[in-house]
């Protein structure tokens, strides 16, 4: 079974950083694509982020060069630090896993939450202005 417990959300005006983590607990199988999403009130849950176990990375374009997605294999820990964050970026943020295709379908299609198995509870980011 595949645990995610999400921490680091909080309150921030903007311009300010927060590094989210994602505690994960199973088989490296079953961690081997991780991603984080977020979800604003009254809008749809969208993908922010995404890696493999190797490193390899892929952003929304709404937060290239703001975002930095990185883990710790030894640890199953997954961060996203946020730098420069904007009101716009206030939101729950999901950790998840368990993509249910490999490869190329990951590349294209991480940014649907249907195709992920595995979420978190979720934490909370407010960014004032």
């Known amino acids: 079974q595949v645990q995610l417990v999400e921490s680091g959300g909080g309150s921030v005006q903007a311009g300010g950083s927060l590094r989210l983590s994602c505690a994960a607990s199973g088989s490296d199988y079953s961690l081997y694509y991780m991603g984080w999403f977020r979800q604003a009130s009254g809008k749809e849950r969208e993908g922010v982020a995404t890696?493999?176990?190797?490193?390899?990375?892929f952003y929304a374009d709404s937060v290239k060069g703001q975002f930095t997605l990185s883990r710790d294999n030894g640890k199953n820990i997954l961060y996203l630090q946020m730098n420069s964050l904007k009101p716009e970026d206030t939101a729950m943020y999901y950790c998840?896993?368990?993509?249910?295709?490999?490869?190329?379908?990951?590349?294209?299609?991480?940014?649907?939450?249907?195709?992920?198995?595995?979420w978190g509870q979720g934490t909370q980011v407010t960014v004032s202005s």
């Open positions: 998840a896993t368990g993509f249910k295709y490999g490869g190329s379908m990951w590349r294209q299609n991480w940014r649907e939450r249907g195709n992920w198995i595995f």
């Open positions: 890696i493999d176990s190797a490193g390899n990375t």
